[in-house]
């Protein structure tokens, strides 16, 4: 025994910053503050159950934990390898964003994302959460032979799907038997298998409440009325055509004078629609016809699109790969998972995606519950009660409390696979409100914490950095969800690579969106996101480390972003004061030598202090 006591509950002040950074990635406003203290002192429990509930209901919840599935995902907005072109996949993590708000059931959450495609009556919903496994890499170079890109992807997708899901590092029997757990190369590619019979395309996803079947039945009408036109006025057109002077034509639009220059009898139906516009001189019946033809074109044709897997009706054939080498096949295999785990239910016909997900999420599987409830504690935590959070093997750490491992793992089921439940029962606990003070007897006796006995001090995820600064000075867009945003990055980021992008800055409130909705290449990330320890997306991460380098205090001190958040709290301090201010960035009052401090600065550099505070970026 350590005869060691818990440490007393936090300050109401700094427990409900805690647990709104935890719950939202955002931290509460003074008067959300001021109410919850009253509230406290009049019944504590009630106060703290209310909170809980009102940020688990909050639509920010599914933003900040939808961040923390989005790292396992290894989601990015580019392609990744040297060209690392962008991509359209936003809707994806919208998904992620809107399931993990209503609370879906991590086993259908699982199933979706792994074969939603594979859903009776599937719908583009589900479809679209198969974008999971469309993060991986694409590799666009001239030359390449796209097949061992192919297998790189689906590699990818078996070794992620046992480090996400299983917690075991299955991808290192690619070219051997593993050499710590039970898993033998055949049985790798067993698991291959499954994910080695689909193709890629792309899913055309529509706006809610668009009528796609009306929509089309209206095209096609339009394109008729349009064709009957054009062959009516067909004398008329030419007539136009043949009367117009040199002069007359240089003075048309570059779109009708290319249209000109192509020969009558090869001109295509868009061509032919612009000349017939054009000499109707922009008004008039056709252009009416034209406009509404182009608005539906638009809609059903050249709007939003996302990556998606899609089974293929006629399996690939799969063989074990020597030595992990694609041109080296050897003996045949089948669909199957490893024997060392629970037995795999047999299929009526041969086993896809849809059976594995169903397999992983069986409630014989003794590792899919405990690995995800490890997950959440860590980010509470800020370690796991497996420390090996991605290795639940035989080298892995032991839990350091087991019986509270299963404890949790059981409720996860047993409450119908709903995260929020598990949340409450995490941050609801005496464990967790504990403060985070030190203390010299646990500095002697545990000072890894592993005995729990006071809370952890925790630096902010690289986004919640920017969500914070964001929100005290004002600035923060709430919008939900949408394309990724372009806030200010450093001149000269984006020519680091082979090919050189441009950055067209936002504008208006997208400039100051959450920092989920900030567009990342793979291959040159947003420092500003990079220097505070984000992923850059090329394989899973299922724990972000936390460094501290004087780059950060550099970033939050002269980088653009946020710059411009220290000239909004700028003002913020000349119309409140500097107390107002620094609340707005800590949750609490400063106190008499601090604000003597910061009075000693002008009001830009006391705004730039605040921002670049160890409270102000750090989870108490």
């Known amino acids: 025994t350590h005869s060691l006591t818990a440490s007393p509950a936090a300050e109401p002040a700094t427990l409900i910053r805690r647990v709104s950074l935890d719950l939202t990635g955002l931290p509460p406003s003074p008067a959300e503050v001021d109410a919850f203290v009253l509230a406290s002192k009049v019944d504590a429990e009630e106060a703290w159950q209310a909170l809980v509930d009102r940020l688990l209901g909050s639509p920010h919840y599914g933003e900040r934990w939808g961040r923390w599935w989005l790292d396992q995902a290894r989601y990015a907005d580019s392609n990744g390898y040297s060209i690392d072109a962008p991509r359209q996949i936003w809707k994806y993590r919208d998904w992620v964003i809107g399931a993990l708000n209503a609370d879906m059931p991590f086993d259908q959450f699982t199933i979706e994302q792994l074969a939603g495609d594979l859903l009776p009556e599937a719908t583009v919903r589900q479809k679209v959460a198969t974008g999971f496994h469309r993060n991986t890499q694409i590799n666009e170079e001239g030359g390449i032979d796209k097949e061992q890109f192919r297998m790189d992807s689906v590699f990818d997708r078996v ?83 043949a009367g117009l002077t040199p002069e007359a034509i240089k003075s048309l639009p570059d779109k009708v004078r290319k249209s000109l220059a192509v020969p009558v009898a090869k001109r295509s ?26 608005e539906i074109d638009t809609q059903l044709n050249k709007g939003t699109t996302t990556l998606v897997m899609q089974e293929r009706p006629q399996p690939r054939r799969t063989t074990v790969l020597i030595k992990g080498d694609f041109t080296r096949p050897a003996e045949e295999v089948t669909p199957g998972t490893p024997a060392v785990l629970h037995p795999f239910a047999k299929t009526s016909g041969p086993p896809n ?69 598990v949340h409450r029962v995490i941050v609801t606990s005496q464990t967790y ?11 002697e006796k545990d000072p890894n914490n592993f005995l729990l006995a006071h809370q952890q001090r925790l630096r902010l995820d690289a986004e919640i950095v920017r969500d914070v600064a964001l929100t005290a000075s004002g600035l923060l867009s709430t919008k939900l969800g949408g394309p990724p945003v372009y806030p200010p990055i450093p001149d000269g980021v984006l020519n680091q690579g082979q090919s050189k992008r441009t950055w067209k800055e936002s504008q208006g409130e997208d400039k100051y969106r959450r920092g989920l ?62 107390e107002t201010a620094f609340r707005r960035c800590t949750t609490r009052a400063p106190k008499p030598d601090e604000l003597a401090v910061l009075e000693k600065l002008d009001t830009l550099n006391a705004a730039r202090a605040l921002l670049n505070l160890d409270e102000t970026v750090t989870r108490e």
């Open 159 to 241: 070794a992620v799907t046992g480090t996400v899901w299983l917690g075991l590092t299955i991808g290192c029997a690619q070219c051997h038997d593993h050499k710590f757990d039970p898993i033998a190369q055949q049985e790798y590619y067993r698991l291959f298998a499954f994910f080695n019979n689909q193709d890629e395309p792309e899913l055309k996803v529509m706006d809610p409440g668009v009528d796609v079947g009306t929509l089309t039945t209206e095209l096609k009408d339009l394109e008729g009325r349009i064709k009957a036109w054009l062959e009516a006025h067909a004398d008329e057109l030419s007539k136009w055509e």
């Open 269 to 294: 139906p868009a061509q032919r629609r612009t000349l017939c516009t054009a000499a109707e001189g922009g008004s008039g019946g056709f252009q009416e016809i034209n406009d509404r033809y182009q």
């Open 353 to 421: 995606r849809l059976d594995l997900a169903r397999w992983i999420m069986s409630p014989d599987n003794p590792l899919t519950a405990r690995v995800i409830v490890n997950r959440i504690w860590q980010q509470y935590f800020g370690r796991g009660l497996v420390v090996t959070e991605n290795d639940f093997g035989l080298t892995s750490t032991p839990p350091s409390h087991p019986e509270l491992l299963d404890w949790l793992a059981t409720t996860l089921v047993d409450r119908k696979w709903s995260l929020k439940e």
């Open 433 to 443: 409100r504990q403060s985070s003070s030190d203390r010299t007897e646990l500095r």
């Open 517 to 578: 909705y900030t567009f990342v290449y793979r291959a040159s990330p947003p420092p500003s996101l990079s220097v505070f320890d984000a992923p850059e997306g090329f394989t899973t991460c299922t724990r972000r480390i936390r460094s501290n380098t004087p780059l950060q205090a550099l970033t939050l001190m002269n980088d653009n972003g946020f710059f411009e958040f220290a000239t909004a709290l700028e003002k913020i301090i000349q119309k409140d004061g500097l």
